[in-house]
């Protein structure tokens, strides 16, 4: 897998999906193991429809009133997709925990596992937001 290419067709025709590395999280989702020393290379899926998110972070709490969107921005990307810029959402999007000592998983499981899987849902581009 080439992981930079050019895109083949314009942001405003594409499907696109989010991947943060910002602990982001349904609510009713097991929480990130930030305890972990070598880091938490397991991730979570967001539906696109997601209305409550949170975050597990070591630096961070939800809250404090911080803005979720800066770290994951759904709803950003909901307008652009409304008002043409961004031909389309992502059916799913996809969150790891940042801090990650040992990305050993990362690279041999989990991070393939997240690209086969948006390549099976059919993502044009994906926007990596790190936290």
């Not at 972070?57 to 008002?83: C, N």
Request: charged share 25%; net charge negative; proline share 10%.
């Amino acid at each position: 897998m080439v992981p930079f290419v050019r895109p083949k067709k314009p942001l405003k025709e594409s499907r696109l999906a989010l991947v943060t590395t910002g602990g982001v999280h349904l609510p009713e989702q097991p929480r990130f193991d930030i305890d972990d020393p070598a880091g938490d290379c397991s991730y979570r899926e967001i539906p696109s429809g997601a209305q409550k998110l949170t975050w597990t972070h070591a630096y961070h709490r939800p809250d404090e009133g911080s803005d979720l969107d800066a770290v994951f921005p759904l709803w950003t990307v909901r307008d652009l997709v409304s008002t043409g810029r961004v031909g389309g959402l992502n059916p799913r999007h996809f969150s790891f925990m940042g801090a990650i000592h040992d990305t050993g998983p990362l690279s041999e499981k989990t991070a393939p596992e997240v690209a086969g899987r948006l390549v099976e849902d059919g993502a044009d581009a994906v926007l990596l937001t790190p936290s």
